[in-house]
């Protein structure tokens, strides 16, 4: 299969706009695709060479092809709180969320719910996500079988919660562990899909199931550990009094043997500097999530203070759907804009689309994700920069540079931009293909 357009792939993170080095870029590409990964990439002068009997184009010309974008937490049962008007996070949880959960226990529901969640993924360029499910393991199940499915990337954890919410959405410490260590045996590794240990955060979790998941995480250390930190203000206040004898949030989590470097730490807003230390030395990423911190009400993420510090902390990108507003990283990358613009930082477009791309993929610890390169996994997005009047208005005027063009992506883009996507170099349908 052959697949032809603009096609722009990153070599390893950009300094800054204008970092051209950080990138490849071919104006007319051919991405050569055999057994579900990446073969070749090269100039479409050379599709008589690698084409041939048997072979299919897909002719995407004038359009840019990059790797699909990966979204490291999202949350699968909350597509239907998503845009819930008028509180903060504890409140939030308690009036929306836990409700929206408690639904998931029923597998039926579960299914259906999974296959409007990975249809929403595709439709906005998100090949692979890290997700959080709800207390029920069967919610789990049915991500991960739905995702085997269509043949994507899904990384998936039952979370664990049990105190500080309703009976329905509670499991126990042991139950948590048990379950997750069943997901593990079954579905860890099977194919394409991974799973995540997943408390939700320290507020539901007692000692005992910090203690029990601490120790899945021994156990399995190939496998990655999601959770929340410092997102909100009276979210820290009540970590404090729940645990008084720990020095700070993150040495909750640390103490348990829950950080390090395969630990996804959702928000991480409002870090001590013993917390961004301990962060930085054991490698643990900070996620930005704008669109969910914005919207919530949380703060505002220091960027460039973590990652450029004297203490740098690993960082990735991501939309928090439902907190988060959107489940496009284009979107989600505008509000970033801003978050840093507020801090009186700058995000350029090179550096947020490496973040959506070959940057969360190394958060993962994917080296086969996330890059348009020989080796990789055929997980491809297809943007259309004109495909709004205003859009194409804008670029009229412009001078064709093609980090000016990701810019107005990041800034004015959404799903109406995606005209395909390819999961394992399998065409997902999303628009009639040429050629």
Not at 189 to 211: C, M, N, W, Y
Not at 296 to 307: A, N, P, Q, R, W
Not at 321 to 338: C, D, F, I
Not at 418 to 426: K, L, S, T
């Amino acid at each position: 299969m052959l697949v032809r357009g603009r096609v722009l792939s990153f070599k390893r993170r950009p300094q800054g706009a204008g970092d051209a080095a950080a990138y490849t870029y071919l104006e007319d590409g051919v991405v050569v695709i055999d057994a579900g990964r990446v073969t070749e990439v090269v100039d479409a002068g050379e599709i008589g060479r690698v084409g041939g009997k048997g072979v299919v184009l897909h002719d995407f010309s004038g359009k840019l092809i990059l790797p699909g974008f990966i979204d490291t937490h999202i949350h699968f049962p909350q597509t239907q709180v998503i845009a819930s008007y008028g509180e903060q996070l504890l409140e939030w949880l308690t009036r929306y969320t836990f409700p929206a959960e408690s639904r998931y226990g029923d597998p039926a529901f579960a299914a259906a719910q999974a296959r409007f969640f990975i249809d929403e993924l595709l439709r906005n360029g998100t090949t692979t996500a890290v997700c959080y499910g709800s207390v029920h393991k069967g919610s789990a199940e049915a991500l991960l079988a739905e995702s085997e499915r269509r043949g994507t990337a899904m990384f998936v954890g039952k979370t664990a919660m049990d105190r500080n919410a309703p009976p329905e959405v509670l499991d126990s410490a042991r139950s948590a562990h048990d379950d997750t260590a069943a997901l593990i045996a079954a579905w860890h590794g099977r194919g394409r899909q991974k799973v995540v240990i997943t408390p939700r955060f320290a507020i539901t979790s007692t000692p005992e199931q910090l203690e029990a998941l601490g120790s899945l995480a021994e156990a399995h250390p190939d496998c990655l550990v999601q959770t929340h930190l410092s997102e909100n203000l009276e979210e820290i206040a009540t970590v404090r009094r729940l645990f008084p004898e720990r020095a700070d949030y993150l040495d909750v989590y640390d103490h348990y043997g829950l950080v390090g470097p395969n630990s996804l730490m959702g928000h991480a807003i409002h870090l001590t500097p013993r917390e961004v230390r301990r962060m930085s030395e054991s490698g643990a990423v900070a996620v930005f999530c704008p669109t969910s911190n914005l919207f919530i009400g949380s703060g505002l993420f220091d960027y460039k203070g973590l990652e450029g510090g004297p203490h740098p902390v690993r960082l990735a990108l991501a939309t928090d759907v439902g907190g988060g507003t959107s489940y496009s990283m284009l979107a989600t990358a505008a509000e970033a804009y801003k978050v840093m613009q507020l801090r009186g930082q700058k995000l350029s477009a090179i550096e947020a689309f490496h973040l959506m791309t070959r940057g969360n993929a190394e958060a993962l610890g994917e080296p086969d994700l996330g890059r348009i390169a020989p080796g990789a996994h055929a997980d491809l997005v297809v943007l259309d920069s004109t495909a709004t009047p205003a859009m194409a208005h804008r670029l009229a005027a412009g001078n064709g540079d093609i980090e000016e063009e990701l810019f107005v992506l990041m800034t004015l883009g959404s799903e109406r931009n995606v005209c395909e996507v390819f999961i394992g170099g399998r065409p997902q349908g999303l628009q009639q293909t040429a050629g």
